[in-house]
């Protein structure tokens, strides 16, 4: 992959700038305080389920796995999927993304973006709680362009550079999930990291194929800064990236 002079870093944002897994922790917990007022818990118990059906069994049905253990009607199933969608979260950026996002737009001249999944409103709640819109230079929903447009499709991830100002060959993508970030940021002819946070949800899942793997991986954005330094010193004009093996 080659990566022309580095003008811009754009990222993912769940579980790339602050721990997904506390998100859901979040709407569970809000959950699990509406089934008890109708007379399901405690809430201890049913936000402990949730959290273990998530992490262990994966993100599908969820609440109808609940259903079934704690013995509520399947019918209340789509008003918790809408009450989780519409809680307001209580999540903040990660230590790193703290340090990091700050220190990059005070000390280069690297212009920050970040393109996230999800539905719009979901999404926009997300931004609001961790108040990370003022650290960067541009922003973009995939939910915008509609649920066709998500990623690995490169229209959202395109749109951002637009929007800072730099052509896809002077950008690097930096996101956890190889079959979204990875193959997205290719497609749309970007350099790619990989961050593998501790506990994240894709830490241990690979996919097979080129497009997939990540020019450099990292465990969290501090190590990203010497990275980024690297590419910013190297030849003006192109610098080669080699995916470590």
Known sequence: MRLNT??????????????????????FAVVS??????????RRVAAELLNRFHHAEGRQEVFQKLAARLSFPAEWVPDLVQLFRLHRPDIALAADAREVLPRLRA???LRLGC???GWLAVQRRKIEALVVEPLLD?????DEFG???WKPHPKPILACCARLG???SEAVFVGDNPERDMIGARRAGLAC???RRPGGYFTRTDFAGTDAQADFEVRQLIELESLLARFQTSNPNTTVLAAPR
């Open 6 to 27: 580095l003008k811009s870093v754009i990222f993912d944002l769940d579980d790339t700038l602050y721990e997904e897994r506390n998100y859901f922790s979040s709407g």
């Open 33 to 42: 305080e509406y089934l008890e007022r109708r007379g399901v818990g405690p």
């Open 138 to 142: 541009a922003l973009v929903i995939s």
């Open 107 to 109: 000390t280069t001249h």
């Open 147 to 149: 649920r066709d447009f």
């Open 115 to 117: 393109v996230t999944d």
């Open 193 to 195: 990291i990989r961050i």
């Open 166 to 168: 730099v052509r896809p």
